[in-house]
């Protein structure tokens, strides 16, 4: 059976999949940019409905949770509607993690004009930057219709 750690992160709830450890050689290759595209793509596949595409953005631990890019595209679409059927979104603070990468701060504007705080946990394969798992909280300061 696999398991999930929960850790309170302030006032998120995180559902952390935790990774293998990238080498320090490719720690210094990742960039906030390539974060962020990395996070871009995976949001145009869920827009164009493309499970496999969405999956391929995935670190190997969520993909062996989740078997199969449409397992995955259900949970996202159930689980994280906001960020699945955005309106909008911007891209606003990162900060190292560890040395498995970076944690990218993301704000969606969802169907409801409700503003939400997304934490992506970024991880090394090789040089390219792959998604560990995503925070939301609702950020319940801001609105927007």
Aim: charged share 20%.
């Amino acid at each position: 059976m696999f398991r999930v750690p929960v850790i309170w992160v302030g006032s998120f709830l995180a559902l952390v999949v935790v990774g293998g450890c990238a080498s320090v050689e490719s720690q210094a290759k990742l960039t906030t940019e390539d974060v962020v595209s990395v996070i871009e793509q995976q949001l145009s596949a869920f827009k164009e409905r493309d499970s496999e595409k969405a999956f391929s953005y995935a670190s190997s631990e969520i993909k062996t949770q989740f078997v199969s890019a449409a397992n995955f595209m259900r949970m996202v679409e159930s689980r994280y509607p906001a960020i699945f059927f955005a309106r909008s979104y911007s891209f606003e603070r990162s900060e190292p993690h560890g040395e498995e990468g970076l944690v990218q701060q993301v704000k969606f504007i969802d169907q409801d004009g409700q503003v939400w705080v997304a934490l992506y946990l970024m991880n090394i394969t090789g040089v390219t930057p792959v998604i560990d798992g995503v925070v939301i909280k609702l950020d319940s300061e801001q609105q927007f219709l």
